[in-house]
C-alpha cells in the first residue's frame, strides 16, 4: 500500500467495520496537507465510526492506513494524538469538576517541584482559550458551569494545544453561536496554513460550501462520492445523502391556531432571565432564538420547573389558570414536556434498550401492580421506531449502540407517547442530519395539527425560519422582540439578539466611575 499523492498525510485504504452487521465497507480515501475534507452523510451512516478508525477509538475489521507514509495501527485515541491525530468529537471529553484551564492541559500540567503552577496554568489557559473566542471566561471556571456551547469550544481549544498534524471536527458548530463559528473558521483558516489537515464532519451544507476544498459523502456505511466541493450545490449533496430530493420549503400542513395553551408572564431568576413574558397557541411553533448565554435554555428550565423563578407565573389554558409547578414531576402533571439539549446527560439512558428509554416516561401505560408488560414495552418502542424511523437492529438495541440522531429521536419518541398539550423543544435537531431532520420537522407539524403548542429553541436561525410561526428573540436574558412570520429576516433577528448586549454594555459604561482630572 502507498499514499496516493505526494503530500497526502493520511490514506486508508479498504477499511471496514463490522458489529452485528457492517456499518463500514471497502474505503478508499485520502487527506492531504493543509486541505478541509468534509465528511458527510446521514445520521448512522458510517462518519462517526470512520473518524474513531482514524482517532485510534476503533479498531477497524478490514483495510490499512498510512500516516505520513508509514503504517498506522493506532491502538489507542492517546496513541493517536502522540503522533499528532487529534479528535474533537460530539460527545465531550471534559471532566466538569475540573477548571476550565485544568481540562486544558490535564496530561499537561505545569509544575516545579511536583507542584502545579497555578500561574503559569492561568497563562497558557488564556492563551488557548484566546485562540477560540474564549477570553471572556475566567480559565478557573468550573467546566460543570458551563453551557454545553462553552463546553464545545473549550473541547476545541484543548485538541489545538501542541503539535497537530490531523484534526477530526466532528459537528463542532452544532451549539456555537455565528461570532463562534466566524472564530472557528478563523482558527481552521491558520491551521491549514500550517499544513495541518481537516476532516470536517457536518450536516450544514453551507458550512462546508465555505470551509471544505473536497466532500465526501457515505451512505449506509459506503462511499458514494469524494469530489471537489465546488462540483456540487446543496440540493445535490442531499440527494447523496439520503437517496430522495427534499424541497427548500417545509409544509407544515393546515393547522388551526387555537387560543393561548401557554402563558410565560414576568418570568425571571437571578441574571439569568429578567422579566420574560410571552404567550403560545394550540396549534403554533413558538421559536426562540439568541446567542449561548442569552437565557433560552434557563428560560425552558423555568417553565419545567427544573429550576425555581425568583418571580413570574406560568399558566395553562384559557382562560390561563397558573400553574403551580415547582419540579419536573409537577410540570408533567400539568402536560409540559421538555426535550432537552443534553440528550446523553440528562435524556437517555445509554447501557439501556430503546424500549426501555421510550418507556422511561409512559409507565403507567405498560404496567400494572408495579410490573413491566415486556410485549407491551416492546410495542410502544416499536411504534416510536417505525414513527421516528430510527435506525436501530431492534427495540432490544442499546441507545448508546446508536448515532447521535438517532439518540434524539429516541429521546423525543418518549414524549410523543404521553398527550402533552405543551411541548418544549431544546436545540431537537442538534447533531441531526438533513433527511432526520426534516422527518422532526413534519413531526413538529403533525403536532400542532393535533393542537399542541410548541416552544423550540435552536441556534439554527434558517430552521426556526422555516418551522415556526413566530420566533422571540432573547438577547442577555430579556425577551427583546417577537417576530411574526414573513416579517422576519435574518438580519434583523441577528440583531436583535445582540441588541440586549449592546444596551447593557452601554448602561455598565454609563453608571462606571469616571476619571476627573
Not at 441574571?271 to 403560545?280: A, C, G, H, R
Not at 430503546?354 to 400494572?368: C, H, K, R, T, Y
Not at 411541548?423 to 431537537?428: N, R, S
Not at 438533513?434 to 403533525?446: C, M, N, P, Q, T
Request: a negative charge; charged letters at 20%.
Amino acid at each position: 500500500m502507498s499514499s496516493s499523492a505526494p503530500n497526502a498525510v493520511l490514506s486508508v485504504s479498504g477499511i471496514g467495520k463490522t458489529y452485528a452487521q457492517p456499518v463500514l465497507s471497502n474505503i478508499d480515501l485520502t487527506l492531504l496537507r493543509g486541505e478541509v475534507l468534509a465528511l458527510t452523510g446521514e445520521n448512522g451512516a458510517g462518519k462517526s465510526t470512520l473518524s474513531k478508525i482514524i482517532g485510534g477509538l476503533v479498531t477497524p475489521t478490514t483495510g490499512q492506513m498510512l500516516f505520513n507514509g508509514r503504517a498506522y495501527t493506532p491502538g489507542s485515541r492517546t496513541q493517536a494524538e502522540e503522533l499528532g491525530i487529534r479528535m474533537v468529537m460530539q460527545e465531550l471529553n471534559l471532566l466538569p469538576t475540573l477548571s476550565v484551564a485544568e481540562n486544558l492541559f490535564l496530561d499537561n500540567l505545569p509544575s516545579h517541584g511536583g507542584w502545579i503552577s497555578r500561574k503559569q496554568l492561568r497563562s497558557a489557559a488564556i492563551e488557548a482559550m484566546a485562540q477560540v473566542g474564549l477570553d471572556a471566561i475566567d480559565p478557573d471556571t468550573l467546566v460543570g458551569e458551563l453551557g454545553i456551547g462553552h463546553q464545545q469550544m473549550v473541547e476545541i481549544a484543548r485538541n489545538l494545544i501542541g503539535d497537530c498534524h490531523v484534526l477530526i471536527l466532528d459537528e463542532p458548530t452544532a451549539m456555537l453561536t455565528a461570532r463562534e463559528v466566524e472564530m472557528l473558521f478563523d482558527q481552521i483558516s491558520r491551521l491549514q496554513a500550517r499544513g495541518v489537515a481537516i476532516i470536517y464532519i457536518s450536516h450544514r451544507l453551507e458550512e462546508l460550501a465555505r470551509v471544505a476544498q473536497r466532500i465526501a459523502v457515505l451512505r449506509d456505511g459506503n462511499l458514494v462520492c469524494v469530489e471537489p466541493m465546488a462540483n456540487y450545490n446543496s440540493e445535490q449533496l442531499v440527494n447523496l445523502m439520503v437517496g430522495r430530493e427534499l424541497g427548500e420549503h417545509m409544509d407544515m400542513g393546515v393547522r388551526t391556531i387555537g387560543a393561548p395553551a401557554l402563558t410565560v408572564k414576568g418570568l425571571s431568576r437571578a441574571d439569568k432571565v429578567l422579566d420574560v413574558s410571552f404567550e403560545v397557541r394550540a396549534g403554533e411553533i413558538f421559536g426562540i432564538s439568541g446567542l449561548i448565554g442569552a437565557g433560552r435554555t434557563e428560560l425552558l428550565r423555568l417553565i419545567y420547573g427544573a429550576d425555581i423563578a425568583d418571580s413570574g407565573t406560568v399558566a395553562l389554558g384559557s382562560p390561563a389558570k397558573v400553574a403551580d409547578i415547582r419540579s419536573p414531576v409537577d410540570a408533567v402533571r400539568h402536560g409540559i414536556a421538555l426535550i432537552t439539549e443534553d440528550r446523553k446527560g440528562e435524556g437517555l439512558l445509554l447501557t439501556q434498550s430503546i424500549s426501555a428509554n421510550i418507556a422511561l416516561g409512559n409507565m403507567p401505560a405498560i404496567s400494572s401492580a408495579g410490573l413491566v408488560n415486556g410485549r407491551d414495552e416492546s410495542a410502544l418502542a416499536q411504534r416510536q421506531i417505525d414513527a421516528m424511523r430510527i435506525r436501530s437492529s431492534s427495540p432490544d438495541q442499546l441507545v448508546c449502540e446508536l448515532s447521535g440522531g438517532n439518540q434524539q429521536k429516541v429521546v423525543i419518541g418518549r414524549w410523543l407517547e404521553r398527550d402533552c398539550a405543551v411541548l418544549l423543544f431544546d436545540e431537537p435537531t442538534r447533531g441531526i442530519d438533513v433527511g432526520a431532520k426534516f422527518d422532526i420537522y413534519a413531526l413538529l407539524g403533525e403536532l400542532t395539527r393535533q393542537g399542541k403548542a410548541l416552544v423550540v429553541v435552536s441556534s439554527d436561525l434558517r430552521e426556526l425560519m422555516l418551522i415556526c410561526d413566530r420566533i422571540g428573540v432573547l438577547s442577555a436574558g430579556r425577551l427583546i422582540e417577537t417576530f411574526e412570520r414573513d416579517s422576519w429576516t435574518q438580519d434583523e433577528l441577528l440583531a436583535a439578539a445582540f441588541a440586549g448586549y449592546q444596551k447593557r454594555d452601554a448602561l455598565l459604561h454609563e453608571a462606571a466611575p469616571r476619571n476627573t482630572l
